[in-house]
């Protein structure tokens, strides 16, 4: 079986391309042929060392990937053989708060990710997709499409009179943009890019801001919401982002901590939080029951994930510099 994997070290120029055995599956497990695979920011730090420099090495990377059910082990119910299937992010999370076990039960860091042929899964972390989708559609969805969902239908329990703001056009916040839109609320985007932010507002966006040409950006927010606020925010810059979008929220609004792109450690007044009864959630994806309940969502309005540009698998390396340069608009994918 091909593979892809960091054997030597960490870095994209140590992503090689291996060839890998691969076990009969036992009883409960399922050997799944790999169609297609996602590549999220958390992936690229993972590859870089950066997101945890104590993994263990060799790991094939990517935790997200869409596949074909080739055979079964004994006793296994979940699915058969031709499904069309995803790995959940965490292979023994399907319910309830995340545990502290259910975190070393990752793809791609801990555990051996989808960037290879074949792979074998316990059937409890496998979930159907919906039949709408192509396979570089669905292999999108694993975590950057439960992380929004967790985000705001979860835990924001988004509705129509709320107003989110939604930071940049990567993977988690357009499929954010498309899930407020879904439950009818008012979104704001921001971008760097003004042709990004044209493509947003035909995904739904209602407003935007070029966060160049506008720094203050969270003032400009409050502007717009007749000084309120925003009911939610998308938070994936990080360190630089996160005194903004505390600004930009309202009275007991939610901000989600999603992402980390501009650094992991902020300076941020307390008093943001305090005296506003900010809620500030981090969000590590989301369980086996979010994902299904999504994917029950996304066939009942045949939602399209956004997918930005599709390498070859030979093209790996290619795909993981193309998503460091941070030019995409949506999900860059890995097809096999």
């Not at 023994?92 to 989808?114: F, N």
């Not at 879904?182 to 507002?201: C, F, N, P, Q």
């Not at 717009?224 to 925003?230: E, F, H, N, P, W």
Request: aromatic share 6%; glycine share 10%.
């Amino acid at each position: 079986m091909r593979a892809y994997e960091l054997r030597e070290g960490f870095g994209i120029d140590n992503l090689q391309s291996v060839e890998r055995s691969i076990a009969e599956p036992g009883p409960y497990e399922v050997l799944v042929r790999i169609k297609a695979c996602s590549l999220n920011y958390r992936d690229l730090l993972m590859v870089n060392g950066s997101y945890n420099p104590r993994q263990r090495l060799p790991l094939i990377p990517l935790s997200d990937g869409i596949g074909e059910v080739e055979q079964v082990g004994e006793r296994v119910t979940r699915v058969k053989i031709g499904d069309r299937v995803a790995g959940i992010f965490a292979q023994t999370w399907l319910d309830g708060p995340l545990q502290t076990d259910e975190r070393s039960s990752i793809l791609g860091g801990p555990l051996d990710g989808v960037l290879c042929g074949l792979r074998v899964f316990h059937q409890d972390g496998l979930v159907h997709v919906p039949g709408h989708l192509s396979d570089q559609e669905a292999a999108t969805l694993p975590c950057a499409a439960v992380t929004a969902w967790n985000a705001l239908l979860e835990q924001g329990n988004v509705r129509s009179a709320d107003t989110v703001l939604v930071l940049g056009t990567g993977g988690v916040s357009l499929f954010a943009l498309q899930f407020a839109k879904l439950a009818g609320a008012r979104v704001i985007v921001t971008s760097s890019s003004d042709e990004k932010l044209r493509k947003a507002v035909q995904l739904g966006a209602d407003d935007t801001i070029n966060y160049n040409r506008t720094p203050d950006w969270d003032i400009e927010i409050r502007k717009k919401t007749d000084g309120q606020g925003v009911d939610h925010v998308v938070e994936v810059g990080g360190m630089d982002t996160l005194p903004k979008s505390l600004n930009a929220v309202k009275l007991n609004g939610n901000v989600f901590l999603i992402g980390v792109l501009s650094g992991v450690v902020a300076k941020i007044p307390l008093t943001s939080i305090l005296m506003k009864q900010v809620r500030v959630q981090g969000v590590l994806v989301g369980n086996r029951r979010m994902f299904e309940s999504m994917n029950r969502s996304v066939a009942q309005h045949a939602l399209k994930p956004v997918v930005d540009k599709v390498f070859d698998f030979d093209q790996a390396q290619e795909a993981f510099r193309y998503l460091s340069e941070a030019r995409h608009f949506g999900k860059v994918v890995i097809g096999l």
